[in-house]
């Protein structure tokens, strides 16, 4: 086995400092656990469970912050959603939908209502980050959790687009007074 460095004792500590477990930090540096151990309690180190706990809450809470910053910000984008579809509803506004013509051309047209699969899309769309927005707030949920519910609304909001044909935009007929 290589021989033991300065630049390995300095990663050794900057590991310990960000809370790695012994285990981990042996399977960073390619060492033994025995060899990692030496070296730790030579640089006044130690790997006790309250070191670990320690650095472990800390992990915890930058994961929560993350989850409310991303649970903040998709509430910013549901209220906008929701303002958007109240405007029209009430006559303030008008909805922006997406036309295919002939040829595949696409042009986006204003109206003064909501086409009913725009809006049965729109609501969909609302209620898929409403939950989203519940999973990014539930403390049990985990990082990888939290990306994975992140994709999921990034694939619904894409459908949103997506799905909208011409045959749809061919049935649009505004409501009835």
């Not at 060492?31 to 309250?50: M, Q, V, W």
Request: net charge negative; aromatic share 4%; hydrophobic share 40%.
């Amino acid at each position: 086995m290589a021989r033991w460095t300065d630049d390995e004792d300095r990663r050794l500590e900057e590991l310990h400092a960000d809370g790695w477990s012994l285990n981990a930090i042996a399977k960073e540096m390619c060492r033994s656990k025995d060899t990692i151990g030496r070296h730790a309690d030579s640089l006044g180190l130690s790997f006790g469970t309250e070191r670990t706990a320690e650095a472990t809450a800390v992990k915890v809470l930058g994961v929560r912050e993350r989850k409310a910053a991303a649970a903040e910000a998709e509430l910013r984008i549901l209220e906008l959603a929701q303002k958007q579809v109240l405007d029209v509803l009430d006559g303030n506004g008008e909805w922006s939908t997406l036309r295919r013509g002939e040829g595949g051309s696409e042009y986006v047209d204003h109206l003064g209502f909501i086409p009913a699969r725009d809006l049965r899309e729109h609501t969909n769309a609302r209620s898929g980050s409403a939950a989203i927005i519940d999973k990014l707030s539930d403390a049990t949920v985990d990082a990888a959790g939290a990306k994975s519910t992140l994709a999921q609304m990034h694939d619904i909001l894409t459908d949103l687009v997506d799905n909208v044909t011409a045959e749809d935009i061919a049935s649009l007929e505004p409501p009835e007074k």
